[in-house]
């Protein structure tokens, strides 16, 4: 068996010029396939509140789903570092709170580190989870729980001070010890500059190829998602399209009686 990915190795993946491979996913059979086939890390993203509960944003998703999900991905994950993704409230309420949520992420959802969002206003969350031994990764630029103060998922860091801004949350997250930054929705020359300016390992989302990884949502990926499909996002297969035709072909053989044949049966 393949050893274990940590933290310590976004380090030095950075430091060789390895990029790193992340994927946002769910469920057991998806973190099977997907550590079988070499992904670096697994998110288990928040975002699990529109693609498997089919809520409009991530506001919903609460701790005991994230913790839910957050065990059969680390079942099916043998090799890849697991990442649980802090829900909204579940943080930035009150530091001895966040503690004990990233905690129990942590022990019940058997991950190995922890993803919140924001940037200078956590520096003293981080601080606090980080105290009891968990690693937190950070995440700036369009940050989906903060959608009703954006008016919507809209491209952050396009003026001089919002780039400013985020090149200075960047380095107030990486003196507070995150060991990494995902970077979502920015244009691609602030994400090469906050790679450039960091010693810490950046994940963008929509923020370029100059990152020292991608991480990108598996319903994104395969072709799964009903959600509009932002720019950056490649269909890599056209699951729906599989699904829908499989299942037509089913019905279609049921009606028949063509299924169940001999094949299928008892004697
Ligand atoms: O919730 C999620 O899947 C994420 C990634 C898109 C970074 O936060």
């Not at 509140?49 to 701790?63: A, C, F, Q, R, S």
């Not at 942590?106 to 606090?128: H, N, T, Y």
């Not at 729980?145 to 998922?153: K, L, Q």
């Not at 960091?198 to 990884?213: H, N, Q, R």
Request: proline share 3%.
């Amino acid at each position: 068996m393949n050893k274990k990915i940590t933290v310590k190795d976004f380090t030095r993946m950075k430091e060789e010029g390895e990029k790193i491979s992340m994927i946002s996913a769910y469920t057991y059979p998806i973190a099977r396939i997907i550590d079988e086939a070499g992904i670096d890390s697994i998110l288990v993203g928040d975002s699990l509140g529109m693609n498997i509960l089919g809520y409009e944003n991530t506001l919903n998703v609460t701790l005991e789903d994230s913790i839910r999900h957050t065990q059969a991905v680390a079942r099916g994950a043998k090799r890849a570092l697991v990442i649980g993704d802090m829900p909204f409230l579940s943080y930035g309420v009150s530091v001895e709170e966040e503690t004990k949520n990233a905690g129990k992420l942590v022990q019940e959802g058997s991950c190995e580190a922890v993803k919140l969002e924001g940037g200078k206003e956590r520096i003293d969350d981080i601080l606090a989870i980080k105290s009891i031994g968990i690693p937190v990764l950070g995440h700036i630029g369009l940050t989906p729980t903060y959608i009703n103060m954006y008016g919507g998922y809209k491209v952050q860091g396009r003026d001089s001070k919002d780039e400013e801004r985020l090149l200075k949350d960047a380095k107030l997250l990486e003196d507070a010890g995150v060991f990494g930054i995902v970077l979502e929705a920015i244009p691609w020359k602030l994400g090469k500059k906050i790679t450039e300016e960091l010693s810490i390992p950046t994940i963008g989302i929509g923020a370029g190829e100059f990152c020292d990884g991608q991480v990108l949502v598996i319903d994104d990926l395969i072709g799964l998602s009903y959600i509009t499909k932002p720019k950056f996002v490649k269909h890599y297969v056209k699951t729906q399209e599989i699904i829908h035709n499989a299942v037509k072909t089913y019905i279609e053989e049921v009606k028949k009686s063509k299924y169940p044949s001999e094949e299928y049966r008892y004697d």
